[in-house]
């Protein structure tokens, strides 16, 4: 019997076997390998290792599908583009077996092929994958399915600079990026989210077009899907839930390597007490999961409120904060924060009238339904 099975050797389940290194009985399991998912991936400097970093970013721009933009400039690089396969294959400290899991509960893991894997504790990392698993087991998955449309774009004549990472707002409801990977080329890409369950894979071709970006005709367009959306249950007897898994992504900025990051080594606390006989640790983080996401109530109602309107009234809400002239020091407390308290400072702070109103009937919503446990 193993202590620990983890299902999916994404940044999740690669980090908290990071976590749990000191335990020889853990097991991975992953069907395609570590760090196998195409993605495209930014995160902060300050919890990445120099050898996956593509490339660093001192400058932060929003912009919209029509033209609009404004430049958050920083003293020194504070974000980098990732590899994520490196950071995976870094992160990871036992085994990866390669297989496809049909089933999980409560002391098993049971394998495509009939093998019964049996382990203490279960952890699922499988993301949006997992969906089918979690809904056997009575779990809950992420309320939105997102996918993901990206590819290559050349950087000459564009405008586009090296050393500033750019979030896009438009064509699709939850947005696009530009990560540059160095003065010629950049990583471009839109994402669709859904709650059909369904794929909604955005186009790139037009709007690359539109907005004025070269994109060769031979260009291999690249798909990927991810769950998003913070559930409330990550606990079910020796079972947990965690990564995306859980919608363990920031809910404006829809970054979620930090978040791991950040709440790895408290899940590994908790697993390790549990595996000391500590029979009530597992219920302690359920406990401690629902309490962080009860303080992160207005950081999450502010992202979700967004993201839920009209692209049309998206594009509206991003010039308005492009008009305010937000310090740059704000935007990335906003960026790293999960639970704790922040404030954005503005240089023209804008009036309540300048928002649609279903902006904060979504904020009141979104906030209620995250306030309570």
């Known amino acids: 019997m193993y202590d620990v099975v983890i299902v999916g050797a994404g940044y999740a389940g690669s ?57 958050y400039e920083f003293d020194e690089p504070v974000l980098g583009l990732v590899d994520y ?48 698993l979690r809904a056997r087991f009575g779990l809950p998955s992420p309320p939105f399915r997102v996918s993901l449309s990206f590819a290559e774009i050349k950087n000459g004549g564009s405008g586009i600079r090296s050393n500033s990472l750019y979030l896009i707002v438009g064509h699709a409801n939850l947005g696009g ?17 859904s709650r059909k369950g369904e794929a909604e894979f955005p186009e790139l071709r037009q709007v690359a077009e ?24 990550v606990v079910r007897g020796s079972v947990v839930l965690f990564g995306d898994s859980c919608g363990l992504v920031h809910p404006t900025y829809i970054m979620g390597i930090h978040y791991i990051h950040r709440f790895a080594p408290i899940l590994a606390e908790h697993v390790a007490g549990y595996l000391r006989g500590e029979k009530t640790s ?26 839920d309107l009209p692209v049309d009234e998206q594009i509206k809400v991003t010039k308005v904060q492009i008009r305010a002239g937000i310090k740059p020091e704000s935007i990335l407390d906003h960026m790293w924060a999960f639970d704790e308290k922040f404030q954005v400072f503005a240089k023209n702070p804008p009036k309540l009238w300048d928002f649609p109103l279903r902006l904060y009937l979504n904020y009141i919503r979104y906030r209620l339904s995250f306030m309570f446990r």
């Not at 990026?177 to 989210?193: C, H, R």
Request: include cysteine.
């Open 15 to 71: 980090s908290l076997s990071g976590q749990l290194e000191k335990l020889k009985d853990v097991l991975v399991i992953d069907e395609r390998g570590v760090g196998e998912k195409s993605t495209s991936i930014s995160s902060f400097l300050k919890i990445l290792d120099d050898e996956v970093v593509l490339n660093e970013y001192d400058e932060y721009t929003i912009m919209t599908v029509d033209g609009e933009s404004y430049t």
């Open 85 to 132: 396969k490196k950071l995976c294959e870094r992160a990871v400290s036992h085994d990866v077996h390669s297989a496809r899991v049909e089933e999980y509960g409560d002391g098993y893991v049971r394998l495509s092929d009939g093998e019964v894997i049996r382990a203490k504790v279960v952890v699922d990392c499988t993301g949006v994958y997992g969906q089918k």
């Open 177 to 193: 990026w530009i990560y540059p990977v160095d003065n010629t080329k950049s990583e471009f890409g839109f994402a669709q989210g």
């Open 210 to 233: 539109t907005m004025g970006f070269r994109m060769h005709k031979d260009t291999t367009i690249k798909r990927s899907e991810y769950a998003f959306g913070f559930v409330k249950q």
């Open 282 to 307: 597992l219920e302690k983080y359920q406990r401690l999961w629902r309490e962080a996401l009860k303080r992160a109530a207005d950081n999450i109602a502010r992202g979700y409120a967004i993201w």
